[in-house]
């Protein structure tokens, strides 16, 4: 391509509204623009990456044996009122009314239209196990869209649903879609992991999350350094202390802790680390027949942190996870947030491992201006309810029992899972099983957000300089920039000639052919379009035979032989 | 692929909701189902037809020049008010409130949304001439959606804008996009015609329809058998006839002609053929000052046929062309349609050509019950306004001065249009001129109907047995079809060897390796789907080192040395 004829639509400036770095960049590079709240135009820079992804994840998706299908984007309602969801979803779900008032949605996600679909096709257990994927645009109406193509409202996915007779056949597909999701961001460049993540109210055995490495992720990741462990933190367990108990060494006693509520203020104020205290959360219990929600409280290690997707599993405890209302606490326990201890506290209680390994610790004292020091289990409150309602810590032991944990931070790009019956028993999808029995079908699905996978990709390949893109996803490999192009014939004449040699062994090549371009301006917009090899061309190099290379993550260019440049790059680059 | 692992979803029987044949042969070949009113999944098999549509028009597209974008099937209805079509649009504009209740619609169309782009992006005359495209869904909630995807309410269009600071500039493209639109429609393997289009209320210099030629075309097509000359018959012009009127002959008569109202009763009762009479239709002249809409007459010979996209163009007549209410015609002149006639009418008359030209014609007597014979121009009338509104007819002089015309039958599935400034004028999409002054862009749009083009290549191109692919968007080149595949070693060996090598040579080739399925029914089924070359594999055949070719519209089938049929095949389908 030549930049004469391509819209290089590069910004000086970062946009004001952009927040994330992928949303600058992608919008300082000309790759995307805003048409409305959540609603992105893609310019020919970013749709040449997003064309890439969308082409890796079809083939991959095609050599594990998924069959591509096209669903519409407009669902009509009565299918969503067959799974229920038309009632659950939220405002997420755009809903409108078609011009003879028949209720449709935009679909941000396809379950209902496939299974209608494969009930219909597939009858016989011989026609299964069958995966069907297509790479479609979907709309969730985000109450806040942000972050660019992160979190629009409009974006693409490669959605899959896959259908069997049996469990077993499920996890063989489930584990080949494993296989090739990590095949997908392997050769998309990426530093990715699987992680194994909450499967939600749904159920169903397993579920992975595929995280993209990076600073800015969103979500914490445990990782073993023992093993390749890895889980979402909010779904990696923290294991219960190996060793027994410490043994009480210190009397319990109530100190004054005037003003002090927060667990900073009192250790600093009582001389103790964190990790000798403990806090109290209170909660609001499971809704009883009488529909009120009695209080709970929740007692974990002060350094630690609460874990709302395993408290709200706990027996007893109401989900999604709500915290009391202060006044509720005042008005039945008599108490204000910051002075609550586990000590003589009349409301079920259940206590975080970590806390309850504690010897001699510090609580709030139940009593406005107090704390208790010196507190012991069994001896000053009886022995509680124990569970893991904590996120893990680096340094915690890894749950497989190999190595110690590490937390990093990814962006979940894709997630495979087990469904189960969910939407084939509401739906009616069954098939005729071996004894001519009327079975329902069991479902697995697996999503990859395409458009998210473009951002995740800057996140974390970027520097000040802009996108560094990773070769299999770059708009174009290589940017050739000629130095005087119109002034020079020795310099039009080469850079044409190297274009046309790197275009025939397959490369996509950026001649930089604007004729009133300067050469700092070219240079700073490769940079900032993180194309990941340059080419400068000039007069001084080529008449010692020299063209100038550099990386785009090279700190330093190299001079090297023109008759040896297209050799050059095809060892560094893998097509 | 191998049988086994696709879904074929080919169906014995014709649905019956289906009323065009490619929208019947889609069903019956497993390429569709409904999902609901006008809108489609596509199954494994269509997909792959859909997507080398896609392949070839982008290949061309990106060889035009043409920069591929891809902009939100979600658009804020701020855009379509500024170009006034956020009113102008009836209920095919599909509108929704999103949850902030503000207003949006699913494009039908994108020029708003690639104005308002590009009126950001291009400042300059040095950044145009500029041709952006996209492969993108689409949605017109049509009134009453049918023929499949023929006409559906969601579906898939190529759409391209360019932007111009010149008409020259514009013509340029215009022409491009024309060879392209040509060398799109030939690589797809369709017989089709550019054909002048009508512009409509745009305006603008030119218009050409690009349409697949079948029986079952809903327009007609006007051809020159002298020239390349082709037109829509909505704009083809009649030309004058090139001889004076004949003289009068006959006296003027008036003749009882009781109950005969139909040119066809009137000539059978006189016993004249219908090129000898004339009709006349009362249609409502365009609005005056004071609100009223006079009436005025429209004059034809009694064989042809109104236009009405000609008629609503001359002056004084309201377009969209209404033709009067009867009851308004017996009011105002006292008379009921099938009794009215030139001669003596008291309201403004425009004669075609053809009837103008007419000696001693038949006409409405305005006196019910009675027609005049005999009837002259000048004589009896006074020398009417003339001008063309009438459709071509087959035999008509080519009105490019060479040959004759005939007329086929098209599907229309492309348009290519020199829009002006209709857009840029209203959206302010303006670049600075050689003089630093702010000059309005000159617009063009270029659509393809992606999807229509799937079920199109299938009105051309089927017989009784079901579809018959061209080699170029055929789901498979080659299906494999053997014999006992699971009783004989020889034939599943040499189907294995076959399907290897032809795939290798590049070819999309379809084993048909389900164990249980009988010949008949494969070969039933290869027909269907229209896979346009078929290898049958048995051991008789291989007792003799032969395999059984039959290409698709073949009437024989051919044995063909098993050591031979690779290169036999790559003489007959280029890839």
New interface residues.
Partial sequence: MRSS???I?TLKETPSDAEVISHKLMLRAGMI?K??SG??????MG?RV??KVEKIVREEMNKS?A??????????A??WEESGRWQQYG??L???N??HDRP?C?GPTHEE?IT??IR??IKSYK?LP?N?YQIQ?K?R?E?RPRFGVMRS??FIMKDAYSFHNSVESLQETYDVMHATYCSIFTRLGLQFRPVLADTGSIGGAFSHEFHVLADSGEDDIAFSNGSDYAANIEKAEALPPATPRPAPQHLLQEVATPGKHSIEDVCAFLKVAPQQTVKTLIVLGEVRADKTQPLVALVLRGDHELNEIKAEKLTGVAAPLTLAPEARIKDELGLSIGSIGPVGLQIPMIVDHAAAHLADFVCGANKEGFHLTGVNWERDEKAPLVADIRNVVAGDPSPCGKGTLEIKRGIEVGHIFQLGTKYSEAMKARVLDENGKEQTMIMGCYGIGVTRVVAAAIEQNFDDNGIIWPDAIAPFHIAIVPINISKSEAVANKSEELYAELTKAGYDVLLMDDEKARLGAMLADTDLMGIPHRIVIGDRGLEAGNVEYKGRRDLEKQEIAASDIVNFLQNRIAL
């Avoid at 609603?39 to 020919?44: E, M, V």
């Avoid at 069959?67 to 009509?76: C, K, T």
């Fill in positions: 004829r391509f819209l639509a623009r048409s409305a609603l992105y135009n893609w310019l020919p749709l997003l064309r044996g069959m591509e299908v096209l669903m519409p984007v407009v669902q009509p009565e299918l405002p997420e755009l809903r409108m078609d011009r449709f935009l239209v209608d679909l219909n096709e026609q069958a069907f645009t709309f109406d109450i409202r409009e």
